[in-house]
């Protein structure tokens, strides 16, 4: 399978904007999707945004023209840049990679990266 590491997060103010990045290591040639997922205190892990490796991708609607999901197969990296950032952007935002290894899917998981947006 593969292991990822976020990078990037942290406090920013309402209107302001962050980058996430997310580096891939192990059997990365196996990876179809990447995407993240964020998830605020109280609620359930819901998806942001998602990217295939032939560059296709998918946004909730509730970042829809405020986030762009970029990937780079080569490094096996993904990055998710966030603008005009909303009180309501605050959760711990998850790297999310999926693939098939050995005729087997499986989905793997970041550790996570806190982003708090102030009002």
């Known amino acids: ?10 406090l920013e103010q309402a209107g302001g904007s962050l980058r996430l990045s997310c580096a891939a ?21 819901e998806l942001v945004a998602t ?4 560059g296709s991708t998918n946004y909730a609607d509730s970042v829809k ?3 762009t999901i970029s990937r780079d197969n080569a490094k096996s990296t993904v990055a ?8 309501e952007d ?4 998850y790297c999310n990679a999926e693939g098939k290894l050995f005729g087997n899917s499986y989905r793997s ?11």
């Open 1 to 10: 399978q593969v292991q990822l590491v976020e990078s990037g997060g942290g």
């Open 25 to 45: 290591s192990g059997s990365t040639f196996s990876i179809y999707v990447m995407g993240w997922y964020r998830q605020a205190p109280g609620k359930q892990r």
């Open 51 to 54: 990217i295939t490796s032939d």
């Open 65 to 67: 023209g405020r986030c």
């Open 80 to 87: 998710l840049q966030m603008n005009s950032l909303k009180p």
């Open 90 to 93: 605050t959760a711990v935002y």
């Open 109 to 119: 998981w970041g550790q996570g990266t806190q982003v708090t947006v102030s009002s």
